[in-house]
């Protein structure tokens, strides 16, 4: 019996394969453990050299100060720089951007959820295909090619003035401009337009979790909520809304940060009161303010690290 079990134990064992790959292919087979190491290494030692390190040497240098009488970088531990954040014209940009992030997220989610609950609840076969291809398609094209298209539509002597004028709706047009916050010569030199072309470009990052998360519902709660005599607005409010508020902000994640950190789409189309990014950008190039661009850089870093801890406890990372 022994015998026969060492006779059946030797022949199981498959013999060494030969040649360069068939050795590596059988240590890696004994040794698990060091193909995963072998794997994870260079991405890993990317994000940690290049991402995480960049951003250690960028934290850096927002503590140190700029010299006023030379201009040169004053390398002595400071949270001097930190404190120009908070003057009147600093502060007043940190303000502006996070309210502009909060109205595009919010204007996102309006339009994004209807769009996604017909695709979820409704659309079937060729229509589906056709909805992800209209979300998709604005993302194919070139981001730069997009906001200067829609520059041109919010130009003075754009297609948008030319429909209105058409509607016979210029003065309502005028009006809008002409409101002190918002207004400006045009559109296209405006807080609305800036405001406009935000929710465009970052539209397809809101649609696509709320989307998925709206799948996920099951069909017989909602009803059993209409059989229980739950009018459709409470059956939104206490049913739908829920169950999806994990996909509406996982989509917020997106499009908040997104318009946190962008500084092309205002450079090329807002007033010249300037947003984070163009803070950053005007310090770090033109201004040569380095360690004022770093302190600038850190304040969406801090803004969404507070962001992220909320939307985890809201389940958004489930609906990613």
């Not at 002409?178 to 800036?194: E, F, H, K, R």
């Not at 397809?204 to 607005?233: F, H």
């Not at 163009?278 to 040569?288: I, R, S």
């Amino acid at each position: 019996m022994t015998a026969l079990t060492l006779s059946s134990a030797k022949t199981s064992i498959l013999p060494g394969r030969s040649g360069l790959f068939g050795r590596l292919s059988d240590v890696f087979w004994r040794h698990p453990k060091l193909l995963l190491f072998l794997m994870l290494t260079p991405p890993l030692l990317w994000l940690g050299i290049i991402y995480i390190g960049s951003l250690i040497a960028l934290l850096l240098q927002s503590f140190f100060s700029i010299d006023d009488f030379s201009g040169l970088v004053n390398y002595e531990f400071t949270l001097a720089t930190y404190a120009q954040l908070l003057s009147p014209t600093n502060f007043d940009i940190i303000i502006r951007t996070v309210v502009m992030a909060a109205l595009v997220t919010i204007a996102s989610a309006l339009i994004a959820f209807p769009i996604a609950y017909y695709a979820a609840r409704y659309a079937q076969g060729k229509w589906k295909a056709l909805f992800y291809l209209g979300v998709m398609l604005p993302l194919w094209s070139s981001y730069l090619v997009k906001i200067y298209a829609w520059k041109l539509i919010l130009a003075k002597e754009g297609i948008l003035t030319w429909i209105f004028e058409k509607l016979s709706l210029s003065w309502l047009l005028d009006g809008i401009l002409n409101l002190p916050v918002i207004g400006g010569n045009s559109l296209s030199v405006s807080y609305l337009g800036t405001f406009i072309v935000f929710v465009y470009i970052w539209l397809p990052y809101m649609i696509l979790p709320t989307q998925a998360a709206l799948e996920r519902v099951p069909g017989n709660l909602i009803e059993a909520s209409a059989d229980l005599g739950a009018t459709p607005r409470q059956t939104f409010r206490t049913v739908l809304l829920p169950l999806a508020l994990p996909g509406i902000v996982a989509g917020s994640i997106f499009t908040f940060s997104l318009t946190l950190g962008d500084y092309i789409i205002p450079q090329i189309i807002g007033s010249s009161r300037l947003f984070i990014g163009q803070a950053v950008y005007a310090q770090q190039g033109t201004a040569g303010n380095v360690p004022l661009a770093a302190a600038f850089s850190v304040v969406p870093i801090v803004i969404m690290a507070l962001y992220l801890s909320l939307a985890k406890r809201l389940g958004a990372f489930d609906a990613l």
